[in-house]
C-alpha cells in the first residue's frame, strides 16, 4: 500500500533563509508527483507537478526534485519569505485508478 | 487560473437535516473530486467522477453521494446530517490526460459544523 511521509511536520524559519521540505513515499510505482501549499482555511494551489520520468521542476523560487528509485522528493524554498508561510502537502498519484495519496503536510512558518 | 467555486463556504446545521454542497468549474475539465479533511490530517478521496454520468467512491467510506449530470458542476449531498460530518471538504477538478493535465485545481472548501 503507498503511503507518503513528509518531514519536518513543523518548520519556522528566519526571513531570507534558504530550507528544503521532505517527502517520502513507500511505491516507486508513480504516475507523478505533485507538491501543494494550504493557506489557513481556504483550499490548496498547486506549485508544482513532477512526472514520473523527470527529476525536478522549478517555478521562480521553488525546485522541486524527485528520486524515484529512493522513493524522495525535496521541495527546496530560495530566499524564503513571511507570504511563504503555509502547509506544504505533498501527493504521489498512483493505482490503476490515479489517484492521489497524501502526506500530511509540512507547516512552515517563515519570520520576519 | 483556476476557476473553481464551492458554496457555501461554511454551513452550520442541526443534525438530520439533508445539505448540499456545491461544486462548480469553469475550465471544461472532465475530471472532478471531493475531498474530506479533518485538521491536522491528510486529505481523504471520498468522491471522484471521469466525466458526464461518471461517479466513484473514494478511498474513504463516506454516507454521501455525489452527481454528475453537467460537466462544470459536481454536487456532494448529505441525506441525514450528523456531527461525525462536521469536516472541512474540498472540492477539485483536474484536465485529465496525463503529464501536466493532471493538476489538480482546487476549490476553498466548504466547512460543515453539525450540532
Known amino acids: 500500500k503507498q503511503e507518503v511521509t513528509q518531514i519536518p511536520a513543523a518548520l519556522s524559519v528566519p526571513e531570507g533563509e534558504n530550507l528544503v521540505l521532505n517527502c517520502s513515499f513507500t511505491?516507486?510505482?508513480?504516475?507523478?508527483l505533485q507538491w501543494f501549499r494550504q493557506d489557513p482555511g481556504k483550499g490548496l494551489t498547486s506549485l508544482l507537478l513532477i512526472q514520473s520520468s523527470q527529476r525536478e521542476q522549478t517555478s521562480g523560487r521553488l525546485n522541486a526534485s524527485l528520486d524515484k528509485s529512493s522513493g524522495r522528493s525535496t521541495l527546496y524554498i530560495a530566499a524564503s519569505q513571511p507570504g511563504d508561510s503555509a502547509t506544504y502537502l505533498c501527493?504521489?498519484?498512483?493505482?490503476?485508478?490515479?489517484?492521489?495519496?497524501w502526506g500530511l503536510g509540512t507547516s512552515l512558518a517563515v519570520n520576519p | 487560473e483556476a476557476d473553481i467555486y464551492q458554496t457555501p463556504r461554511y454551513l452550520v446545521i442541526g443534525t438530520g437535516k439533508k445539505i448540499t454542497l456545491e461544486c462548480s468549474q469553469t475550465?471544461?475539465?472532465?475530471?472532478m473530486y471531493w475531498y474530506q479533511q479533518d485538521p491536522g490530517m491528510e486529505l481523504h478521496l471520498i468522491h471522484y467522477s471521469y466525466g458526464v454520468n461518471s461517479t466513484e467512491k473514494g478511498d474513504l467510506s463516506s454516507e454521501s453521494t455525489v452527481s454528475r449530470i453537467r460537466t462544470e458542476h459536481f454536487p456532494l449531498t448529505l441525506e441525514s446530517a450528523r456531527p461525525s460530518h462536521t469536516s472541512q471538504y474540498l472540492c477539485?477538478?483536474?484536465?485529465?490526460?496525463?503529464?501536466?493535465?493532471?493538476?489538480?485545481?482546487f476549490g476553498p472548501g466548504t466547512r460543515l459544523l453539525v450540532l
Open positions: 511505491d516507486s510505482a508513480i504516475y507523478n
Open positions: 477539485a477538478s483536474s484536465e485529465g490526460g496525463g503529464g501536466l493535465q493532471e493538476t489538480q485545481y
Open positions: 475550465m471544461g475539465h472532465d475530471k
Open positions: 501527493a504521489v498519484e498512483a493505482g490503476n485508478n490515479r489517484k492521489l495519496i
